[in-house]
């Protein structure tokens, strides 16, 4: 038994335990903020961790590392960037709905977990849709909305598709989660072929 239900969001620091990924992260966010002429922002990975009664999920996107999938609870696979590229191991990211699994990072996290709901029924959602995120293309934009499908959009589709409120979540402040509004949008219904005349749901 694991106690109340609850949905936690943990905001991770754009490559925590990843010096490359963090550097390469601030060379992009640097290019961004002067392209759009704002300040430069930290940049964070969402992650959950959802508490039930009958156990605890760990839920992360992340790279694909060489073992049993099974072991670590992946429930979809998707390439990165291309799906002929993704015929690849070092080319495709995994999705994670791991019971009484483990977040690598989460020592790192900024600030306190970030609860989203306590209802048992919003939660036991959020695990059971895990296995229907679509396996878009890590790093394109899928519905024109200028941020790339990730990590973020990921955690926002699932928050969102669970009838939570994920426009509240936010990053800690000074911070920011590039992918999350793709995630959004995704969830509602926005896709190729769809035309953006406004952000909210169609």
Sequence with gaps: MDGPARVDVLWLPLGAGGHSVRINGRVWEALSAWRDGRA????????????????RFAIEQTPVPAGDPAARGVAVEGPVVSPLAGRLRVFRYEIRCWRDGVIPDAAE????????????????????????????????????????????SIVAWLLTRAGLDADAVTPPPGGRAPGWRTGLLVARGWGPGTAMTRAGTP
């Design 40 to 55: 430069r922002c930290d940049l964070y990975h969402a992650a959950l961790r959802v508490h039930l009664p009958e156990g």
């Design 109 to 152: 996290a900024v600030g306190e977990p970030v609860t989203v709901t306590r209802a048992p029924g919003r939660a036991r959602a959020v695990v059971a849709l895990v296995p229907e995120v679509p396996p878009l293309g890590w790093g394109r934009d899928p519905c024109g909305a200028g941020e790339m499908w990730n990590s973020n």
